[in-house]
């Protein structure tokens, strides 16, 4: 028997990009036609958020590309106002973002503090930008308080004067960050990403060329020097973050610690609001365009969140970038389907029979009031009954005929769309004869919706107690690379199977299988291990959360600082594998 694909089905109010159309039919999926049902779709993708019906009726085969109050770090306002309050809680963990003033809520804030500024370090270069807008638009620089205008909702921050520079030319980068779930709370990062250069050279004495300054690509491929080979970037203004990692590599600078720190800076934004984000919001995922920007001692700085980042196809950069991890991201929304109750033979008659049996009933009624309403219509003419009685007999005649055409059209109609859905069920239910591997992927989901383990002989996260004796040389540089995150890991060591079944240390706390590590080109960022207890109560336990991202951070800081030179294997850094950021180790 010929096996049709298993073809999955999305659904989309808008047109889509042209890379994310591309990845949609490379992971097998179809747009849903217009006339089936509403709920007969697996992935729904807007570029907007969705109503609150939209959340509550959301089915299990489903999922929705947005969270509920998802957008909240999207905001430059809201960010910058939940970053003041984590910094004011947490401390200096959350010190990764410019000292902001939301405008003008904060305007007396900033006078008093742009005024103490000046009069000990002189003048100092601040950037205003609308909350609202995007792509650059509306930003501009400004060193005195007079150049300062501004209508609505603005974001008034420290520019980083200092940026690192590449051939003169200043950059910021772009990573994606995909979250399928806040409680318990799962966040991947994919390995590649943008580097977006400006087209002009930097210079901090003229603040007021935007070629200079900005890095958006919507602004700088306007630039009259767009299309220039330019210094040591080239032409367009564009990179993929391995040549960035290659020409690192090539100037002998070690940016792993921030690689690492870049990792735990999208940790702690996210995390700030899991909190508001409902439990029952579980058949969602949600991409996130981070913008981050390196100074010259290589500290990262988190410039914007982007709520729905841009999917274009600008150049070849994007290309090699966005249509993989669109790939990878699909990847993960698959895994967070479960299919519903194939409709056996049985179901299906039976719901052809009632709605035959309905059709039949209606018609069956209007061909007995159209032959009452005949014999009247008949004995008023024998009779030569009055004109009036006569011609209100012919209009109820009349109508009656009309409803017994429209009830034939409908009849017509309801056994076409039968023959389609009959089709559509069994690509849409049944898919067909599944070999094994589909048939173990599909339990395997089942299984993970509603958090059993699958428990077997052959499962395999042992607890192995390390073995006594001074660190080795090579025992050192094998700690490098595998990046130390957590205390718990350098006493406790995983081996584990390609499989997907493991063994839960614990029980009680949702457990982290050893094939969600890594999917595609996206690593697991967060929960940094299974050990400590990031979930409590139903939700995310923010201030755990924070414990153990600081506890990792200082404990990579210590690695990274105090390693010799010739033990670092720069080498390793060109593979772009991210081993360092995802802190496990693939046995």
């Not at 003041?84 to 010190?95: A, D, H, L």
């Not at 590449?166 to 390995?191: C, E, M, N, Q």
């Not at 949702?510 to 969600?516: D, K, R, T, Y």
Request: charged share 25%.
């Amino acid at each position: 028997m010929n096996q049709r694909p298993p073809w999955l089905f999305y659904k989309t109010d808008q047109g889509l990009p042209q890379l994310l159309t591309k990845a949609l039919t490379q992971e097998q999926f179809k747009e849903v036609p217009e006339n089936h049902r509403n709920d007969k779709w697996n992935l729904y993708w807007k570029a907007c958020g969705f109503t609150l019906a939209d959340y509550r009726n959301v089915k299990t085969w489903q999922i929705l590309n947005h969270f509920p109050k998802g957008n909240t770090i999207t905001r430059k306002d809201s960010l910058a106002r939940c970053l003041k309050r984590m910094r004011m809680v947490y401390g200096k963990i959350y010190n990764f973002f410019p000292v902001s003033f939301n405008l003008p809520v904060d305007y007396t804030k900033f006078l008093s503090y742009f005024s103490k500024i000046q009069s000990k370090k002189g003048k100092q270069v601040w950037i205003c930008k609308p909350s609202d807008l995007s792509r650059g638009r509306g930003i501009f620089l400004f060193d005195n308080i007079s150049d300062l205008l501004y209508e609505g909702s603005t974001v008034v921050q420290r520019y980083i004067d200092d940026p690192y520079l590449i051939g003169g030319y200043k950059f910021d980068l772009r990573l994606y960050a995909v979250v399928t779930s806040y409680h318990p709370l799962r966040i991947y990062l994919h390995h590649d990403g943008l580097v977006r250069f400006s087209t002009e050279k930097y210079t901090g004495s003229v603040i007021h060329n935007k070629f200079a300054h900005l890095t958006n690509t919507s602004i700088n491929r306007n630039g009259p020097c767009y299309n220039v080979e330019k210094e040591r970037v080239g032409a367009g203004c564009k990179w993929t973050i391995s040549q960035l990692r290659a020409y690192f590599q090539q100037c002998s600078v070690d940016d792993r610690l921030a690689w690492e720190r870049i990792k735990h800076m999208i940790s702690l934004t996210i995390l700030m609001q899991a909190n508001s984000i409902p439990e029952s919001a579980k058949q969602c995922i949600e991409l996130y365009g981070f913008d981050i920007i390196l100074d010259k001692k290589l500290k990262p700085w988190l410039l914007e969140v982007n709520f729905t980042p841009a999917l274009g196809n600008d150049c070849s950069a994007d290309v090699s970038v966005k249509l993989p991890m669109l790939v990878d991201l699909l990847t993960l929304a698959k895994q967070k389907i479960t299919l519903p109750r194939p409709a056996t033979d049985h179901r299906r008659k039976n719901t052809k029979l009632s709605k035959q049996a309905v059709i039949l009933k209606e018609e069956q009624n209007l061909l007995g009031l159209l032959i009452r309403q005949t014999k009247e219509l008949s004995i008023l003419r024998r009779d030569k009954a009055d004109q009036s009685k006569l011609m209100k007999s012919i209009a109820r005649h009349e109508k009656l005929r009309k409803k017994c055409r429209l009830l034939f059209e409908k009849k017509t109609r309801e056994q076409e769309q039968e023959a389609e859905d009959s089709h559509y069920d069994d690509v849409f239910r049944n898919r067909f004869i599944m070999d094994a591997a589909e048939v173990e992927r599909m339990k395997a989901i089942e299984r993970r919706c509603t958090r059993i383990p699958d428990i077997k002989k052959n499962s395999s996260i042992v607890e192995q107690k390390p073995t006594p004796g001074p660190m080795t040389e090579t025992d050192s540089v094998h700690s490098t690379r595998c990046s130390t995150v957590s205390s718990t890991r350098t006493t406790t060591a995983r081996s584990h199977s390609s499989a997907s079944s493991f063994r839960n240390i614990n029980s009680s706390l949702p457990q982290v299988s050893p094939s969600e590590y890594k999917v595609g080109g996206f690593f697991l960022t967060f929960p940094i291990s299974n050990n400590t207890q990031t979930y409590s109560k139903g939700c995310t336990d923010i201030a755990k959360s924070v414990a153990e991202i600081r506890n990792s951070l200082r404990i990579s800081e210590t690695n990274f600082k105090f390693m010799p030179a010739e033990n670092r294997q720069l080498y390793e850094r060109t593979t772009i594998n991210w081993n360092v950021m995802s802190g496990f180790k693939q046995n």
